[in-house]
């Protein structure tokens, strides 16, 4: 079994920042190495989007145009736990932040990232952003 548990997320202002965390607790053995992992957002009456991702070794980043420059993703092999570093946070950054897994050795990281092709969500953790 897999499972994944955001924390971090909160309220702000305009301009601050958050780190938003996944953990991610699976059978024995399992290593993000060989795993492509994602941050999606959804925010009312809007589809869930994804905001940015990383390939399996680590290699390669992808990040939506509206956070690139802004969001870092990051992960810690060690600790089986993903990050996403979001500065200069903006009120259209608020929304509901879901951490995904692909779960498939090998598997090839979409860009745009692709909702269908990660099989495992995390339960969610709210950002909101006044201005």
């Known amino acids: 079994q897999v499972q994944l548990v955001e924390s971090g997320g909160g309220s702000v202002q305009a301009g601050g920042s958050l780190r938003l965390s996944c953990a991610v607790s699976a059978y024995t053995g399992y290593t993000f190495l060989w795993d492509c992992m994602g941050w999606f957002r959804q925010a009312p009456g809007k589809e869930r989007e994804g905001v940015a991702g990383i390939s399996h070794g680590g290699g390669y980043t992808y990040y939506a145009d509206s956070v690139k420059g802004r969001f870092t993703i990051s992960q810690d092999n060690a600790k089986n736990t993903m990050y996403l570093q979001m500065n200069n946070l903006k009120p259209e950054d608020t929304a509901m932040y879901y951490c995904?897994?692909?779960?498939?050795?090998?598997?090839?990281?979409?860009?745009?990232?692709?909702?269908?092709?990660?099989?495992?969500w995390g339960q969610g953790t709210q950002v909101t952003v006044s201005s």
């Open positions: 995904a897994l692909d779960g498939r050795a090998g598997c090839i990281l979409g860009t745009p990232l692709r909702r269908a092709e990660f099989g495992y």
